[in-house]
T-cell receptor
């Protein structure tokens, strides 16, 4: 497929467990973004990658959240010691560069029991 | 800081009615402005954009004009269809040397079009 791919599409886990969310951007897109969509907070920016580096991590809500990107392609968002307030849809987007529109994946719906 | 405010929904219209969804923004410099749409069960899609003052973005019969004097980017469509039922998000992206392209979104407006 040509679009942004995210996995898993749904994840249910117990409070306190760690989770990893994966994003496969569109091939050739150098910029990659993670956002979170929740009922109370709407759509919030989490982190931005240019290539493999993350010049803007300002949206990560706590040090339990981290992300990496390897090979200028796949990115993983990791949440450690999950809390109920982490329940949300996590969206990944990619773009050719900063000046181009972002293309979004379908998201991972994370539910913390 | 930068922010986006949208009119609250839900908005319920009959088919062929005129649509306006208001969006205003607060930003330093000259941001780019966007409307994204999220159809039921689908991901976010870019609907239209404008990158400078007085630009008009348009797509699928929707239009929005970048009004710097009123810091607004209202979405309009002359005749809505049932298939336009979705959640619409207004967003901005900052400019300048510190620009990372990150999007700041409004809260979203749910549109329901009835036949």
């Amino acid at each position: 497929g040509a679009g942004v791919s995210q996995s898993p599409s749904n994840k249910v886990t117990e409070k306190g467990k760690d989770v990893e969310l994966r994003c496969d951007p569109i091939s050739g897109h150098t910029a990659l973004y993670w956002y979170r969509q929740s009922l109370g907070q709407g759509l919030e920016f989490l982190i931005y990658f240019q290539g493999n580096s993350a010049p803007d991590k300002s949206g990560l809500p706590s040090d339990r959240f981290s992300a990496e990107r390897t090979g200028g392609s796949v990115s993983t968002l990791t949440i450690q010691r999950t809390q109920q307030e982490d329940s949300a849809v996590y969206l990944c987007a990619s773009s050719l560069d900063l000046s181009q529109p972002q293309h979004f994946g379908d998201g991972t719906r994370l539910s913390i029991l | 800081g930068n922010s986006v405010t949208q009119m609250e929904g839900p908005v319920t219209l009959s088919e062929e009615a005129f649509l306006t969804i208001n969006c205003t923004y607060t930003a330093t410099g000259y941001p780019s402005l966007f409307w994204y749409v999220q159809y039921p069960g689908e991901g976010l899609q870019l609907l239209l954009k404008a990158t400078k003052a007085d630009d008009k973005g348009s797509n699928k019969g929707f239009e929005a004009t970048y009004r710097k004097e009123t810091t607004s980017f209202h979405l309009e469509k002359g005749s809505v269809q049932v298939s336009d039922s979705a959640v619409y998000f207004c967003a901005l992206s900052g400019m300048g040397s510190s620009n990372t392209g990150k999007l700041i979104f409004g809260q979203g407006t749910t549109l329901q079009v009835k036949p």
